[in-house]
């Protein structure tokens, strides 16, 4: 009687940690969601140019289709718009917090306490929570990932024929789809391999999922697009040519600011190290390792790529957090997670926000540095509104508009002002219009505003927008 009492109150705590869980995970993916403006990778998922055919479209972008199409069928559904476009990746991201949970849980076989932290720390890490606020492949890729794991797991421990049948072709579905997402997925074939001990297996269904997968690539490799849009970019992400030095600790610290949440993992990750036994040292240990040691060392400039060696180290810390025995345990891991949570708010929520990173501001009462424009440092889901509909509303007012230059991305200006000749900045040769964007997320781009050759004509909240005298109304 006493052992059921207490599995009715284990499950209790399960479930309602189970919906904090899922409602702080809400909380932070979904609040205004649609505030800020397309950034310049969303705005390439877009399917703008109508007058070029899909099967071009697609065979011509540098990852797999699934997120172009998703993006595509909510265009049909509801147009361009910012909320819209990024629901189906906030609902992935979402998705990826439970998906993880019981990946920990059922296929790892680790205990409540392990599964619900490291859940949580996917749920609370600013990368995750910034990739969730965007309209891009990331989230989509990790939940297939994730799932293929679980289902190949079920088909290993599936007695009856048609259950490892059904768990097969969903683990190779699953796999299929990650790779028709993006080619990290390819990382997943490390806990593959490395978990569940069964490389002809493991590797039977990873073929499996290629060999479909090459519908897609086949035709891309073949037809050249492959070689003309990806090798090259691939090639200079890898000796960094054209690109300023990449530092791995200051994208993370970036996206998870004030050090509380980055400290607190490594410190519990490399606990949980030592406290695991012999064969998840082996497993988690290798997972962790291998893309640690690929990415940031053999690749120059892995940008947010990292964040693939960092599930492990989820594991590892859920397993240090096991095993304290403190009765502080619980109280203190509760205000750690509580107090990540404000200071995320403040991060990636508009009405929270300060500033940040895009000026300097403060964080929970703490001053912090806007942005370094040192380091290339890619630049997802953070709060950014510029009013760039409003100006282009103020543009087409005007009676003649040849070309505008700004301080602002290219392709987010050319989005907003469609239609209008975007010139690049050249001190020898003046755009007739130039928009002025305050603390623009194009932190390597400063032009100098030239008085003897520009008048002010309209200023906003975050914005101002000049006119050549030469062109302007003789006052």
Known sequence: MKKIISLISNNKVEFLSLVILGLISFYLRFTDLGFHHFYGDEIKTLFLRKDESAFNFLMEQRKGPVQFIIVWVVEKLVGFDEYFMRLPFAIFGLILVYVFYFFVRKTLNQDFKVSIFSASLVSLNGIYIAFSRTAQYQMVYLVFGFLSLIFFHKYLNSEKKNLKIINFVLACTFFTLGLLTHYDVLFFLLPLLLIFNNYKKALLMFFSSSAISLLFYAPQIFFGFFSTNTAGYLAKRIVGKEYLPSFTPYTFLLYNPLYLYLGVLLILAILGYYLSSKEEKASLGKWFFI?????????????????????????????????????????????????????????????????????DSSLMGINVQKLNKGYSTPIYGFVYNRNWKEIAEFMKKQKRVPSFTTNENKVVAEYYLFGYSFTEYDPSRSAEYYIEINNSQEVEKVIPVEPLKYELIKSGLDYKIYKLKELGVKK
């Open 291 to 359: 893309p640690f040691i690929l990415l940031d060392f053999f690749i120059l400039v892995p940008g947010t790529h990292v964040h693939n060696y960092l599930f492990p180290l989820f594991i590892f810390a859920g397993i240090a957090f096991s095993k304290i025995k403190s009765k502080l345990a619980i109280p203190a891991i509760i205000l750690f997670l509580t107090a990540v949570t404000l200071i995320q708010s403040q991060v990636f929520l508009p009405r929270f926000n300060l500033g940040y990173p895009f000026a």
